[in-house]
Structures are given as structure tokens and as C-alpha cells.
């Protein structure tokens, strides 16, 4: 062993590497925690942190690495409590909101034990103490309204804007950007991936990724490869015609890895032909090494390394999350079934990246620019919406109008999608409060159609998360009835229908289009959506957004619904290449939406 080797830069790793013992290098390949991996200090190497994602951090989960600090600071072993995080879930989730926002309120825990309760409290000051200058990581609005602006160059604003938060919460790996294809709009993740065209998603990837690590945060690039539907997530097996793989599939990963230069990419849970994806040297050594020349780690998904002595030897260097037992690993060593060099060489490829993060080279725990992000997050909505009809002028709505408002959901907006995406932000404009600072208090009423108004807004909002899939992409019964009452008294009265669409991402309209006057989709638009959505609808800004997947008029105009989500754990990919548009023109020969955009507002300029 190497006296006296230490990690100080990238030209010191393969002595660093050396310097390690066996149980050393076992432990370092997997997490210590939910999300944080585990220091060897007498070498130099720090712990560092990875967290999602793509459209801001997820706050939630850095309180699993704060939890254990204050369980040791109260002495507490996480086995003399409940578990933590069930104790947390006690005080339900506007409980744990309080909880994040400092406001512990008393009445919430006072049904717990007396432990429980003291637990909660020190945890909350714990969080206090943990958030940055500024509070709560912002919500920006998640890929699929990324990809809906056509604009790279923003896109990568938006990845500066979110790694600069990472850096603040101390976060060094952003789980994200998820590039999966849009291969059928009914997958509960779709609203977090950029498109069903793979050009159009490698193009936004690459910005992403290069405004990500322009602040020296390592991008993610996930789920390699093919992470298409959430039903049977872990262990689902696609069946894809190889030309399918490489013109639809990985083309956005490739750009990544070549183009945008990605120090991270996460392998998935499903498999691809037989192989799980963390599992399979096809993928991450052939392929993403060999092909494409990756130079960066790559870490499973949260507990894809099904078999993790199998994944280290295809090229999964990282497994999360942890703590893993690292005798496994130090007995395949010693068994020959993992060669110590392949060890070394996944432990190498986490130094390369670890050299360049905030743990190694200094963290700056800078406060929130909350001006900057809130800008960014609303430049994004505005132009990843989409005006989809727009009928004698509807839009923009003059000024001096009295606006009416209807459906809840102008007061409670969807943000973002449930799951790792999800993002607990400081605030939320709804539509309601976007177009009362707009229009003025005065002149927007919620709830009542009165005489004098000169139109309707009706917002409508669709939701979905990672876990499930969506079942339908109609719009809640209620919904529908709202729209087409609404319009009717609206035709009765000679006044406009507006639609917005809250939604995470294509509803069937058929039922309705044609009864309203304007539809914009503002879709999940983050924390600003609301003045976005007002800048929109008075002219203020030119809407912009153009579709990043097709709006099948029904479901079943959808390529893959006859093999969606698949059946004794295989899904077959039947349409090949034919995914979203490329379907529709082929064999239809027309879309819906054919150019994924109205005419401009002519008092635009
Ligand atoms: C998700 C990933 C996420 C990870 C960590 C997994 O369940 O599939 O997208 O980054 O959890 O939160």
C-alpha cells in the first residue's frame, strides 16, 4: 500500500486508488445513505450528495441525510424511534410542510410520543439550520415544458438556474435531466422527459447538461435506457427492435454523453431484451463507453442493481442508495467473480467526477437568488406553453375586460408531477392570482359569470406521478361538464370560452374543442405559472410553445396503445420507430395539431 497517497486532484486517483484497501473500495462503490455516499477520509475523499432533479431539488429527500445527524445528536438510535419517516408521515403532509417551513405547529405533534415529538422538533430545527440564505429550492417547470419551448439556449438557463440552487442546498449530482422518449402519453413520467422526438430531446439535453455542470455540478442523465412506462417499473421487460433502440431510444443519451458531455448517467430499472439495464454490459460498457466514449460513473436508479456483483462487472460504477453490505463485494473479489481491477476501475471513474464536485472542491452555501430563479421558471412557462386554438380572436384578452373565472384549479395549480420531481417550492401563483396582479383585483371574478364580463377563463388540471401510470387521458367528468356548460351560457351570452390546460401532458378534447374559443396549455408550469399564464393571455408575451409529443385526437390513435403497458411482464415495442408523430403521418397522414401553433397575437411585436 501507498504511504501517504491523498486525493488532490484528478492525477492523484490511481494512487488513491491503490492506497485503498479491499473493504474500502467495496463500500465506496455503493451509497452510505438514501443520498449521500460515504467518505474515506484518511485518503481525502469526501462524501457527496445526489439528489433530483431535473426541475429543482428536492428538498425531502436531503432530510434523510438529516435525520441521522439528529438522531446522533439526541442519541437516539433510528430503532428507539419508528421509523423517522413514518413518524414524520404521522404528522401528515402539511405537517411535514410546516415542518420544512420552521412552523412546526405544536397541535400536529401533540398526539405523538413524547419522544416522537421531540424528535420532530429537533429535526425541524435541524432543517432550519440546513436550508441556505433565501429558504425552500424553487419549482421550475419539469421537462416536458422544457422541450415545449423549442429553445435550447433557455433550457440550459434553466439547468444554471437549478445547479446554482443544488449548490446552495449543498447538492453535487442533480438526478436528472430524464431524457426518456415519449413513447406513449399515458406514462406517469412523460411530464418529466423532454419529447416523443428524439431530435428535439437530444437538442434540449445538451444545453441542459452544459448549463448544469457549467456550475460544477454534475448532470445525471437518466433512465438509460428506454424508461418508458411505470407499470412493472422494476423489472419490466422490453421487447425493441434494435433500429427502434438506436434511432428513438438512445439518440438523446448519445447527444448527451458526445454533445453536451455528461459526467453521470443513471441505468434503469426495466430491461431491455432480457437485461436488466444496470445489469447489462451491452449498455454501459459496449455502448456508452466503448460507442459513444463516456468518461464519467454511472449509478443505478434507487435499487436497479438487481444483482450487484453483476452490475459492477457490466459498468454500473455506482449503486444506489446505501448502505450496502460491502463483504458482498469483498467476497466475489476474493471468489474471482469480480476482477479487483474492474473494482478499481468503477472506483476510478466516481473519483473522476468526484474531483470536479462542490464536495471536493469547496462548497459555497450561497444564498437562493430568488429573483434570478423565479425569472427563469416563469421564462420557461411562457414560452413552453402552447396556444392550440385561438378563434376570432379570443386571445389576447383587452384590456379593461371583466374577466371570469372558473374550476378550482385556478386557485389550486398543478406545478409539478408527483414522485422524485417533485418539488416543495417557497410559493405557487395560481392563474387566479397571475391574473388578478395582471388585470387588477377589480376586474377578475372567481367563481360567478357576472353580467358585465367579456369572457371566461375555465382552468382544468391533470396530474400524474411516478409509480402508476395514467389510466385515461380524458379529463375528469367534471371537468368536461364545466367546460361544456361554461361555454354554453358563454355562447348565450356572446362572450369568449378560454381554456387553460394545467395538465402533465396530452387530454383528449374531442368532446369539447370544438364548443370553446381558445385553449392554451400552460401544462405543469411550475412555480410562476400563473403570471405566465397572465402574460399569455393578455398579449403580454407571444405564445411560443409548440408540442413536444403528439395529442392523439383518442388514446387509440396512439402507435403503442395496443402494446401498453404489456402484459406478463414483457411489453413488446410493435410500432418500432413509429412512435408519436411519426405514426401519424406515416399512416394517417395527418395530426391533430399539425403545426403545434396558432397564428401569432398580431398586436404582438
Ligand atoms: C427514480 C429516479 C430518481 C431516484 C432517486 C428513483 O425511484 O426512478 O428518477 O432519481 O429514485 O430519487
Redesign the pocket.
Given at each position: 500500500m501507498s504511504k501517504g497517497a491523498i486525493l488532490t486532484d484528478a492525477s492523484s486517483i490511481p494512487e488513491v486508488v491503490q492506497a485503498m484497501t479491499l473493504e474500502e473500495k467495496a463500500r465506496f462503490v455503493a451509497g452510505a445513505r438514501?443520498?449521500e455516499t460515504g467518505p474515506v477520509d484518511r485518503l481525502g475523499i469526501p462524501a457527496f450528495v445526489?439528489?433530483?432533479?431535473h426541475n429543482g431539488i428536492?428538498f425531502f429527500?436531503l432530510l434523510g441525510n438529516i435525520i441521522p445527524k439528529v438522531l446522533a445528536k439526541r442519541g437516539q438510535s433510528a430503532g428507539e424511534l419508528r421509523d423517522p419517516f413514518r413518524t414524520m408521515s404521522d404528522v401528515g403532509m402539511a405537517g411535514i410542510g410546516n415542518l420544512l417551513a420552521g412552523n412546526l405547529d405544536p397541535s400536529n405533534i401533540e398526539s405523538l410520543s413524547p419522544e416522537n415529538a421531540a424528535f420532530l422538533r429537533d429535526l425541524s430545527q435541524a432543517v432550519q439550520e440546513s436550508l441556505p440564505e433565501g429558504g425552500l429550492p424553487s419549482c421550475f417547470p419539469p421537462g416536458m415544458v422544457m422541450g415545449a419551448t423549442w429553445n435550447p439556449e433557455l433550457v440550459g438557463e434553466c439547468g444554471r438556474a437549478v445547479a446554482k440552487e443544488a449548490k446552495a442546498f449543498g447538492v453535487d449530482v442533480l438526478?436528472?435531466p430524464?431524457v426518456n422518449i415519449h413513447r406513449d402519453p399515458l406514462c406517469g413520467?412523460a411530464f418529466?422527459s423532454y419529447s416523443e422526438d428524439p431530435y428535439l430531446a437530444s437538442q434540449t439535453v445538451i444545453d441542459y447538461v452544459k448549463g448544469v455542470q457549467g456550475e460544477g455540478i454534475a448532470a445525471?442523465v437518466?433512465?438509460y435506457a428506454a424508461?418508458n412506462q411505470e407499470y412493472m417499473?422494476q423489472g419490466i421487460d422490453e421487447v425493441i427492435p434494435e433500429r427502434a433502440l438506436r434511432e428513438i431510444y438512445l439518440p438523446a443519451f448519445k447527444a448527451a454523453v458526445q454533445e453536451g458531455g455528461c459526467w453521470t448517467v443513471?441505468s434503469?430499472?426495466n430491461k431491455i431484451n432480457g437485461e436488466d439495464c444496470a445489469l447489462s454490459k451491452r449498455l454501459l460498457t459496449d455502448i456508452l463507453r466503448g460507442e459513444w466514449g463516456f468518461a464519467g460513473f454511472v449509478v443505478s436508479?434507487?435499487?436497479?442493481a438487481y444483482d450487484r456483483i453483476q452490475a459492477l462487472n457490466a459498468g454500473n460504477d455506482l449503486e444506489?442508495?446505501g448502505p450496502q453490505n460491502p463483504q458482498e463485494v469483498i467476497d466475489a473479489v476474493e471468489r474471482g467473480e469480480l476482477g479487483e481491477t474492474t473494482l478499481d476501475e468503477r472506483v476510478s471513474n466516481i473519483l473522476g467526477v468526484l474531483v470536479k464536485l462542490p464536495a471536493f472542491t469547496g462548497r459555497e452555501r450561497a444564498a437562493i437568488d430568488r429573483a434570478y430563479s423565479s425569472q427563469v421558471a416563469r421564462r420557461v412557462a411562457v414560452e413552453g406553453a402552447v396556444l392550440l386554438k385561438n378563434e376570432d380572436g379570443a386571445l389576447p384578452i383587452e384590456e379593461g375586460s371583466v374577466i371570469a373565472v372558473v374550476g378550482e384549479n385556478a386557485k389550486n395549480p398543478i406545478a409539478t408531477g408527483g414522485?422524485?420531481?417533485g418539488v416543495v417550492s417557497p410559493y405557487m401563483v395560481s392563474l387566479l392570482e397571475g391574473l388578478e396582479a395582471r388585470f387588477g383585483a377589480d376586474a377578475v371574478r372567481f367563481g360567478e359569470i357576472p353580467a358585465n364580463a367579456s369572457c371566461v377563463v375555465i382552468s382544468v388540471g391533470v396530474t400524474s406521478s411516478?409509480?402508476s401510470d395514467r389510466a385515461s387521458l380524458a379529463l375528469a367528468d367534471e371537468d368536461t361538464a364545466l367546460i361544456l356548460e361554461t361555454a354554453e351560457t358563454c355562447r348565450r351570452r356572446r362572450i369568449k370560452t378560454i381554456v387553460v390546460l394545467n395538465v402533465c401532458g396530452p387530454v383528449e378534447m374531442h368532446g369539447w374543442i370544438d364548443e370553446v374559443d381558445a385553449v392554451l396549455i400552460i401544462w405543469l408550469g411550475g412555480m410562476e405559472l400563473g403570471h405566465a399564464a397572465a402574460a399569455l393571455l393578455s398579449g403580454d408575451e407571444n405564445p411560443s410553445g409548440k408540442l413536444p409529443l403528439t395529442f392523439p385526437r383518442r388514446y387509440q390513435d396512439t402507435p403503442s396503445c395496443l402494446n401498453f403497458p404489456g402484459e406478463f411482464g414483457r411489453v413488446v415495442y410493435g410500432e418500432g420507430i413509429y412512435v408519436g408523430y411519426r405514426y401519424l403521418l406515416k399512416i394517417l397522414g395527418r395530426t391533430s395539431f399539425p403545426r403545434a401553433r396558432i397564428r401569432v397575437f398580431a398586436n404582438v411585436t
Open positions: 438514501a443520498f445526489p439528489a433530483d432533479g428536492n429527500q438526478l436528472g430524464n413520467r418529466e445525471d437518466k433512465h424508461n417499473r443513471m434503469a430499472y436508479d434507487w435499487g436497479a444506489m442508495p414522485g422524485s420531481a411516478e409509480g
